[in-house]
């Protein structure tokens, strides 16, 4: 996507998943043109303040579930705050109003996602699971879990297609 944007005449300044920097000569190159080329690649200009916000949470959450090194000592709540500097109320009502799902919902179902795949790589204990994940016992993740998917974990393990949720969700 990068050549397709110089040849029209747009400096990609920085590129990384959900955030794009572009640089170009507005007197040239119309924002239209730009949007379709976007749009013509599947993806989406975000312009609105709240859904960019909704995006930047979305993409955090899954960078914390997902590709961190998961600290079970932090809370979600606080590490929100901490990288947004917004209230978590201000963070979970603009969430809610735009993906029609709670902010602690969406962290649950992406913890969920985490503890299947670690299931699935079955490297770990559930003991080790629930403590990596935060969870303060194997039976609230298990609760949890059976509440999430309808599954209990033996009964998910047993499964020969396991179900997986990308991690958009």
């Known amino acids: 996507m990068k050549l397709e944007f110089e040849r029209i ?23 239209s043109t730009i949007e379709e ?7 989406e200009i975000i312009v ?14 899954v960078e914390l579930v997902h590709h961190s ?3 079970a000592m932090i809370r979600n709540s606080d590490f ?3 990288r947004f500097d917004k209230s978590y109320q201000h963070l979970s009502t603009v969430f809610s109003k735009h993906e029609n799902i709670t902010l602690e919902k969406y962290i649950i179902l992406q913890r969920i996602e985490k ?16 403590f990596m994940m935060g969870y303060s016992s194997v039976q609230y993740l298990s609760t949890q879990f059976k509440q999430i ?6 009964e998910y393990k047993a ?11």
């Open 9 to 31: 005449g747009v400096e990609v300044v920085k590129a990384k998943l959900g955030d794009m920097c572009l640089s170009y000569e507005p007197a040239v190159i119309q924002l």
């Open 37 to 43: 080329l976007f749009l013509s690649n599947g993806f």
């Open 48 to 61: 609105d303040k709240d859904t960019a916000l909704v995006e930047e949470i979305k993409h955090t959450v």
């Open 69 to 71: 090194t998961f600290n």
């Open 80 to 82: 929100l705050v901490s």
């Open 115 to 130: 503890v299947k795949e670690l299931i699935q790589l079955d490297e770990q204990s559930l003991s080790e699971i629930a």
């Open 149 to 154: 998917t309808g599954y209990s974990v033996t």
């Open 159 to 169: 499964l020969p297609d396991k179900e997986r949720i990308g991690v958009g969700i």
